[in-house]
């Protein structure tokens, strides 16, 4: 039997409708949108996302300890083994909102600085992230830790490519190509689900029960990142809005 299919999989299908339903990756999708905010979307989410993927590696890594403690020494040490692959792909995110905001700076205005952006108050959604992850790996049940990187790996294989496809449709290959994290991760996170849905079947395997716990702990990251990814699209909009005479 597959407890994967049957003891997880069936507690993530509302999350994973959300990638279809939210509102706000409907308009990301929409023919419609205005080039400029889609671009100025790019950058305020590269900008911050190198808050939400720095600590990844470090994140898979502890808990691989954490599973070792637990007596799971062949699943922890894959992961301590996984986790060197993922070092430094925070610096992508930098990189690719520095190129953004280079470009949008020669076509278009107000002229951003990188500095500025990089340095943001990060939004509650960007905070609970990393909460979700810290209490995952420091609780009773660290291999929903890796449910949640099967599920982010899900948004990216489901939701990346039909967002490059819009980048480009709206903005060009010029843009498009500039999304190097995006790319990598579409293409990378298929290998990537492969081995998290081998890990998960493998933890369900030896504690059935646990399978819609790790399932609702993906699901909620999965929903986090979702409202993330649309506190950009809000703040793209702010930022573009006109601006207001003060009383």
């Not at 020669?106 to 609970?128: A, F, G, H, V, Y």
């Not at 029960?209 to 506190?231: H, P, Q, V």
Request: charged share 25%; aromatic share 6%.
């Amino acid at each position: 039997m597959d407890m994967l299919k049957t003891q997880y999989e069936p507690h993530t299908l509302l999350a994973r409708s959300r990638l279809d339903s939210d509102s706000s990756l409907r308009r990301l999708l929409d023919p419609n949108i205005k080039p400029a905010l889609l671009e100025r979307f790019l950058i305020e989410w590269m900008s911050r996302a190198a808050y939400m993927t720095e600590p990844v590696d470090g994140w898979i890594r502890r808990t691989g300890q954490r599973c070792i403690e637990q007596g799971m020494e062949k699943l922890g040490n894959q992961l301590i083994t996984h986790a060197k692959s993922e070092t430094g792909h925070h610096v992508m995110t930098i990189d690719d909102a520095r190129s953004l905001v280079q470009h949008w700076n020669t076509r278009r205005s107000p002229l951003l600085n990188i500095d500025e952006l990089l340095s943001q108050t990060p939004t509650e959604s960007m905070k609970e992230y990393r909460q979700i992850h810290d209490e995952t790996i420091e609780g009773p049940n660290p291999v929903g830790q890796i449910a949640i990187e099967r599920e982010i790996g899900f948004l990216a294989v489901y939701f990346g490519p039909r967002l490059m496809q819009q980048v480009e449709t709206v903005l060009g290959k010029e843009v498009a190509d500039k999304m190097t994290f995006l790319i990598e991760h579409v293409a990378v996170d298929v290998g990537h689900t492969l081995l998290n849905e081998k890990m998960l079947q493998e933890a369900i395997t030896r504690s059935p029960e646990k399978g819609r716990i790790y399932a609702e702990i993906g699901a909620r990251a999965m929903t986090t990142y979702i409202r993330f990814l649309g506190d950009c699209l809000h703040i793209a909009e702010d930022m573009l809005a006109p601006l207001r005479a003060v009383a």
